[in-house]
């Protein structure tokens, strides 16, 4: 009898938390805000803070999904995006980073209205100039950060707007014609809109 009544509250269990589950795919726009430059001089003595970017906007496309938990939801996400960052040295250059990001995101909802937040972690790609004025590019590929948001939901589509803060992951390289070290401030700090829909 004690083993039919586990059986039962562990199906009734499972169907409860499956009835929570969604899933879908989203996609949208970032606006990147982060990518000071500076340059190293004479082996560290002097830093010259003279090379920002120029902000340029990106794209992301991934997948969602959201299960219920005691009256709020975990909303994992695996997203593909892709930054852009332009720079005037020598000569113009554009920094192109492509990354993998897993936020994984505590949500509540008030009616068709929801507010989110957690960590994010990133798997960085592929990160370069397109110049030759740059090289020897190196960077760290794994980094966290932190995103909080609000959206709308209206039947299976969703939009929000979130803001994303890294925590680190630095990129250093050589600026050829002087043989400065150049240190990156690449950590994520940017504006990211999205439209989602939900499949489930």
């Not at 509540?108 to 798997?123: C, I, M, N, R």
């Amino acid at each position: 009898m004690k083993k039919h009544l586990v059986v039962i509250v562990f199906i009734l269990s499972s169907t409860f938390l499956f009835s929570q589950v969604k899933f879908g795919f989203k996609g949208g726009v970032n606006y990147n805000f982060s990518g000071n430059i500076t340059e190293v001089i004479n082996s560290g003595d002097i830093i010259d803070v003279t090379h920002g970017a120029n902000n340029k906007a990106g794209f992301h496309l991934g997948i969602w999904t959201r299960f219920g938990l005691a009256g709020f939801s975990l909303r994992p996400e695996l997203v593909y995006t892709e930054i852009k960052n332009e720079y005037q040295l020598n000569s113009s250059t554009t920094l192109k980073t492509k990354k993998i990001d897993i936020p994984i995101l505590l949500d509540k909802k008030f009616g068709p209205l929801h507010l989110f937040g957690g960590p994010s972690f990133q798997y960085i790609l592929k990160s370069n100039f397109k110049t030759t004025d740059i090289g020897s590019v190196n960077f760290n590929k794994f980094s966290l950060g932190t995103q909080v948001g609000v959206g709308l939901e209206f039947g299976n589509f969703g939009i929000d707007a979130r803001w994303e803060k890294g925590f680190s992951n630095n990129l250093t390289a050589i600026l050829i014609s002087s043989l400065s070290n150049l240190n990156l401030d690449n950590r994520p700090n940017q504006i990211i809109f999205s439209v989602s829909y939900n499949l489930l």
